[in-house]
T-cell receptor, first 113, second 110 residues
Framework: GAGVSQTPSNKVTEKGKYVELRCDPI?????LYWYRQSLGQGPEFLIY????????DSGLPNDRFFAVRPEGSVSTLKIQRTERGDSAVYLC???????????FGPGTRLTVL | QQQVKQSPQSLIVQKGGISIINCAYE??????FPWYQQFPGKGPALLIA?????SEKKEGRFTISFNKSAKQFSLHIMDSQPGDSATYFC?????????FGTGTSLTVIP
């Protein structure tokens, strides 16, 4: 079956602009995670959804970052007033439940010029 | 502060050799320790995982050794193959959060 998909695969934007990154989890997976991976580093936790609600958003670096999952399936990570330091690969993962194996998408490479 | 410390940063092994990657942690609340394999341009994929109530888990050529008292765990890849060349991440889970190591770039020379 289809895995986790993320769009776009690449996004180039200018400093100060707003961006939206989309994640389509595996069908039926109730848990969804967003991570940020900087070059040469491991994924860094941003936010976790269980169903429609953000069960843990403690990893969001500041209030420029926001994520939604209105129907408990697709999720959108929103970044306002982008900064060059936001440049990274943003990964999404889903699982059947919080204790289940996480399946990662291919990521969106965000470049802020 | 890095919650999970991983070493080495890079590793070169001959085909057929054993690859060993080590991780250490401090937080005793961690209750799940997975290893992920990542190829360029792809997301990480779960390789093998262990819970702290066992000291070793083996799946095919991949083995996790877990030392709870030392707060260390390691990945052993037996009979390493060129197709194993990738970046490997250890991770540890507490509550809803996964904490990843900084990764090890493994190159297996034919």
């Amino acid at each position: 079956g289809a895995g986790v998909s993320q769009t776009p695969s690449n996004k180039v934007t200018e400093k100060g602009k707003y961006v939206e990154l989309r994640c389509d989890p595996i069908s039926g997976h109730t848990a969804l995670y967003w991570y940020r991976q900087s070059l040469g580093q491991g994924p860094e936790f941003l936010i976790y959804f269980q169903g429609t609600g953000a069960a843990d958003d403690s990893g969001l670096p500041n209030d420029r970052f926001f994520a939604v999952r209105p129907e408990g399936s697709v999720s959108t990570l929103k970044i306002q007033r982008t900064e060059r330091g936001d440049s990274a690969v943003y990964l999404c993962a889903s699982s059947t439940d919080p204790r289940g194996e996480q399946f990662f998408g291919p990521g969106t490479r965000l470049t802020v010029l | 502060q890095q919650q999970v410390k991983q070493s080495p940063q890079s590793l070169i092994v001959q085909k057929g050799g054993i690859s060993i990657i080590n991780c250490a942690y401090e937080n005793t609340a961690f209750d799940y320790f997975p290893w992920y394999q990542q190829f360029p341009g792809k997301g990480p994929a779960l390789l093998i995982a262990i819970r702290p109530d066992v000291s070793e888990k083996k799946e095919g050529r991949f083995t996790i050794s877990f030392n709870k008292s030392a707060k260390q765990f390691s990945l052993h890849i037996m009979d390493s193959q060129p197709g194993d060349s990738a970046t490997y991440f250890c991770a540890a889970k507490s509550g809803n959060q996964f904490y990843f190591g900084t990764g090890t770039s493994l190159t297996v020379i034919p």
